[in-house]
């Protein structure tokens, strides 16, 4: 069965994951322009970009523990996921910056230094803007892959500042944020753990072997 699964994804196009990926934006912009958000629409329209964004991250986490849990191979959308995780975080700051901040530069400066929860998602921004602009094939061959690896556990605090920048926004502390947190925490925890095992198995495999005589 995870064979036949696996045939199937291998002839799954990444466009579909792509184009399924943009599907909730348009939908978003949609209900903006069609009074569909409720009361406040661009609160509502600035924060499920970001949940999305959140969503996102954590699905491309998720790609290797169901691999080795699983045997479910979906390393080819990986990267598919990680990318639309930051456009929809790039289209939640830019909402902040243009409809709700209206480019007061001087106020937006100010909540970044004094409001905890802004804080901490502009470094879940700043943490996810190398890994956008080393995302392709090209970047990889001149990083060289160890490297890239390395650069690329910037997702795990990316992932885990995001969810607790979603926690501190709704403030009232309900089991949903909390439980994205967990997640992120999770995630990040073990994907931690098996490049620490696999960096210190490469490290005794490069130690000589053998007796060393007089």
Known sequence: MIATANRGLRRLPTA????????????????????????????????????????????????????????????????????????????????????????LWAEMGRDIVRRPFITIGMLAFVLLLPLALTSTDGAIRRLGAVAWRRLHLLALPAAVSAAAHYLLLVKSWPIEPILYLAAALFLAGLRLHWHLRASARRAAAAEPTGNVGP
Do not use: M
């Not at 009074?35 to 999305?52: K, M, Q, T």
């Not at 699905?59 to 959308?77: D, K």
């Open 16 to 103: 579909v994951v792509w184009l399924l990926g943009c599907v909730p934006a348009v939908w978003l912009t949609w209900l903006l322009f069609t009074g569909g958000l409720g009361v406040d629409p661009v609160a509502v329209y600035e924060r499920e970009l970001g949940l999305i964004a959140l969503q996102f991250l954590l699905a491309s986490l998720c790609v290797t523990p169901i691999l080795r849990w699983t045997g479910v191979n979906l390393v080819r959308f990986r990267r598919a996921l990680g990318v639309l995780g930051f456009g929809y975080a790039a289209l939640h700051l830019l909402v902040w910056v243009v409809l709700d901040k209206q480019f």
